[in-house]
Structures are given as structure tokens and as C-alpha cells.
């Protein structure tokens, strides 16, 4: 091999392939044991693991530890109390079983893919890569993380902390930030890939692995939508809206970005979203997407477009939530992958028109409804995104308990919630026949296909009728096989 990248990439991956079969054979219980105590470090270093994330977007130690450490914890000690109940075998025997089959019996089990990579985002640099490995290393893998730029100093205290906890280290190895290593880690002898980023990351490193078919869990761009609804409660969604633009400086993937309320609620929603925006503090955008937020909300007032809230000033480094109002036949002027605190707000006359406008969007993460329980819920039912919240947004989200699962260009896979846990593992068959007939081996006949429709017919024709005659059937295909 001669590129040392790639050559040493490689050495990273032998030594967690050697580190594996002693971790496969512990019990599930145990590594999640391990994994679980993680949640009293967290408990204990909270200030250490707060310095560590650092201050981006201007995120207090509140903010921190509400969006990341203590939904971490909360995660590790879902993985203590419940990974070996979703990961035990699951057996099958006599009950269910096809006749034909007698003697048949098995087993399902969850067998751990190896070694897997964890490409790991740059706005929420703790949980979002912390629960995939948390719960990669519970199912009895070993992980490869590489970092966003600049967010390596968090995933360096959790492995610190899981191999004082008694986690081998090769199991858990962090690489270099830049992109081309990345690049080298999605083209390298791994067994599984977990990336959270952009929609073109994503669509990139799914090319690279699917060349090798390897499998991967791509959680990508959203651009959520919100849906108010007649009976929803007016003051609370605009106060959700303006805090979820708000929340980390606008780098939420599944924060709101396209407000849809119905017409009769329409004028209300404005006046209270315009308070809550005017009480909305400015934060700390990235240069990148505060330039696209200017460069957008310039051409949605040159088309027609009228704003809510302040405009963000030319040359500063921060930006204030507001909301581009204009006609629901309008193109919406924000792209989906946009992490700065701008959203747009328009009217929808019925719940088929809301149904329509998520089911034509290039993106399905999230989507929040406020609204009635009993209409909420109808139409939740009906939306494309992989999570829905009703009468709230993003908050519910950290449930550990819930899947997390984009879907279209929002990428394809789940991470966290028992469905998260099963991600990490493939299903293996274990059949086992019991008993010494075999009549499949034995020697064919001219009345075998008499008798197969026969026996097709018992089990699956429609009536008593049917199937009796279905039985006379038989026995006289089985007396001419034999005879």
C-alpha cells in the first residue's frame, strides 16, 4: 500500500478487527454495562465536557448541556437498561410453522457488522456521533470516528472516558479531521458507514461505498416543515418557531425552515410570531450560510417576499431569527441545508394542500404540527418525514426511546432508539430440522405436483369446502406416488 494515509487508516482497522472477538464475547449486558456508566462521567466532569464542546454559536452551558450532555446521558443509560432485550435472539419453534416443514425449528440472531465508521457532524459534536457510538459499541462493534473540523476535543473525552470505564481502545479510534481523510475512511476495509452532514457529503461517500457494497446510515440536509393547524395553539407554535430558528445559532438540521398555517390563522400567526422574533436574540452564524441567509433573503424581497423580525446587518457575525412571509404558490427562497435562523411563512387553505406540499419536497427529516390531538395526529399520519413532533418541535426529539430516520434526500437509515440499536447489527438465520425424514432428497414422481397443489390448497384455499376436497386430493396423490 503505498499511500501512508490510507496505509495507516489500514493499521487502524486491523488492530480493531483483532480487538473484536474478545469484545463480541461478552454479553450484551456487559458492554452495555460499560457503555451505561458512561451517564455518572458525564454527571461528574459536566463542566470538563461542556469546555470541551467549547462555545460555538454562542451556546451557554445550559444550552449545552440541555441539546447535548444530558440527552447523551440519557441515551447510555437507555443502552444499559434495554440493548439486551432488542438485541436477544429471537426463537421460533412448532408455532407458525408451514406443515411441510415439520421438525423445522430456528433462530434469529443479531450478529454485529465489525468495524464501523462514524463520520461525525460539526454543529451538535457530542450526541449526534456520541449516541452511534455508544450504541455501535453496545451491539459489539468497534468504531472508527472521524471528526468534523474542529470538534474533535468532545469525542476525545468520550473515548477517554468509555477506556477508563474498561473499553479496550482499538475498539474505539479516532482519526484526523480534514476531508481527505474522510474520503480515504469511506474507501477503506470497513463493514459499515454512519455519516450525519450535507445532502452532497452524503450523496459522495454513498457512491464511494456503494462500489464495494458496503451498507451505510446517512442522516442529510432537512428543511422542515411546520404545519398550524385551526385548533392550534397560536402563541405556542410561534414561540416553538422563533426558539427552534434560534436553537445553536440556527445549525439545527431538523429546525424549522418552512412555516405552513391554515388561512383563517394566518394574520394571528404573523402578529405572533412578529413579538416573539422582536424578544429573539442574535447568535453567532458561520460565515458560509449567514452570507447565503443575506445573499436569499435579498432576492425574496426583490420578488416579492416581506420580512418578519430584523434583517441581519451587512458585516456582522451574528444574525437574528426572521421570517420570509409570502403567497403559498411562491418557490421558497431557502435551500434545505441552510443552518442559519431564517424561515418562511405562508397560508394553506386545507390539510390536502399540506399533505401535497410535504409530499412534493425534495426533503423528509422532521416536521412539526401544532393543532387538535385528533387532527395533529391525522395528519402526522400522513407526512413523509422520518419525525414528526406534535404541538412541540426538536425538544422530543431526545427522547432515547424514539428513532431517529430521514427519508428522499434526507438520507436513508436510523440511528438512535431501539431501531438505532438493530442498525448496528445484521439478522442471521440459524435453522435447525430436527428429525430423520428428508422426503425433498428422496426420489422424484409424475404425481408430486398433484400432490404440492393438493397440500397448497389445505393450507391456503379459501373455505372448508375447498379444502376438504383439497384433502381427498392428496390422498390420492400420495396412494398413486406410492403405489
Request: net charge positive.
Amino acid at each position: 500500500m503505498n499511500d501512508p494515509q490510507a496505509a495507516g487508516l489500514q493499521a487502524r482497522i486491523d488492530a480493531a478487527r483483532e480487538a473484536l472477538p474478545a469484545w463480541q464475547a461478552r454479553p450484551v449486558k456487559a458492554r452495555a454495562r460499560l457503555v451505561g456508566a458512561l451517564r455518572h462521567r458525564l454527571a461528574q466532569e459536566a463542566d470538563t465536557v461542556i469546555a470541551a464542546i467549547g462555545e460555538r454559536f454562542d451556546r451557554g452551558p445550559a444550552e449545552t448541556l440541555t441539546t447535548e450532555i444530558i440527552p447523551l446521558a440519557d441515551a447510555a443509560r437507555f443502552i444499559e437498561r434495554r440493548a439486551a432485550r432488542v438485541l436477544a435472539p429471537r426463537h421460533f419453534g412448532p408455532r407458525g410453522r408451514p406443515a411441510w416443514l415439520w421438525g423445522a425449528r430456528g433462530t434469529v440472531r443479531r450478529v454485529p457488522f465489525g468495524v464501523v465508521a462514524v463520520i461525525a457532524p460539526g454543529n451538535y459534536r457530542l450526541l449526534l456521533a456520541g449516541v452511534q457510538i455508544l450504541q455501535a459499541l453496545a451491539a459489539g462493534n468497534a468504531v472508527i470516528v472521524k471528526p468534523a473540523p474542529g470538534a474533535s476535543a468532545p469525542l476525545v473525552w468520550l473515548r477517554s472516558a468509555l477506556v477508563a470505564a474498561g473499553l479496550p481502545g482499538a475498539l474505539f479510534q479516532i482519526i484526523a479531521e480534514d476531508r481527505a481523510v474522510g474520503e480515504a475512511l469511506a474507501s477503506a476495509a470497513i463493514d459499515k458507514l454512519f455519516l450525519t452532514g450535507a445532502a452532497a457529503t452524503g450523496q459522495a461517500v454513498a457512491g464511494r461505498l456503494a462500489a464495494r457494497t458496503v451498507p451505510a446510515v446517512l442522516e442529510l440536509s432537512g428543511n422542515d416543515a411546520v404545519f398550524v393547524l385551526a385548533a392550534g395553539d397560536i402563541d405556542m407554535a410561534a414561540r416553538a418557531i422563533v426558539w427552534g430558528m434560534g436553537l445553536n445559532g440556527g445549525a439545527t438540521c431538523i429546525a424549522p425552515r418552512r412555516v405552513f398555517v391554515v388561512r383563517e390563522r394566518f394574520e394571528a400567526l404573523a402578529i405572533a410570531l412578529q413579538s416573539a422574533l422582536a424578544h429573539a436574540p442574535a447568535r453567532t452564524v458561520a460565515a458560509a450560510p449567514r452570507a447565503t441567509a443575506c445573499e436569499r433573503i435579498a432576492a425574496a424581497q426583490a420578488a416579492g417576499w416581506h420580512v418578519l423580525g430584523p434583517l441581519p446587518e451587512p458585516g456582522a457575525t451574528d444574525m437574528a431569527p426572521c421570517v420570509l412571509v409570502g403567497e403559498t404558490t411562491s418557490e421558497p427562497p431557502l435551500p434545505g441545508d441552510l443552518f442559519a435562523p431564517v424561515a418562511t411563512l405562508q397560508a394553506i387553505d386545507t390539510l390536502d394542500e399540506a399533505v401535497a406540499i410535504d409530499h412534493g419536497a425534495e426533503h423528509a427529516l422532521g416536521a412539526a404540527v401544532f393543532g387538535g390531538s385528533a387532527e395533529a395526529a391525522a395528519l402526522a399520519d400522513r407526512l413523509h418525514a422520518g419525525v414528526v413532533t406534535i404541538n412541540d418541535l426538536i425538544a422530543p426529539t431526545a427522547d432515547p426511546r424514539a428513532a431517529f430516520a430521514g427519508a428522499k434526500a434526507s438520507g436513508h437509515g436510523t440511528t438512535r432508539g431501539a431501531e438505532g440499536l438493530l442498525e448496528m447489527t445484521r439478522p442471521q438465520s440459524v435453522l435447525t430440522r430436527r428429525g430423520a425424514a428428508r422426503p425433498h432428497l428422496g426420489p422424484a414422481s409424475v404425481h408430486d405436483a398433484d400432490l404440492f397443489k393438493a397440500y397448497l390448497a389445505i393450507a391456503h384455499a379459501r373455505g372448508p369446502g375447498r379444502r376438504l376436497a383439497a384433502l381427498k386430493a392428496s390422498v390420492r396423490a400420495a396412494r398413486a406416488r406410492m403405489g
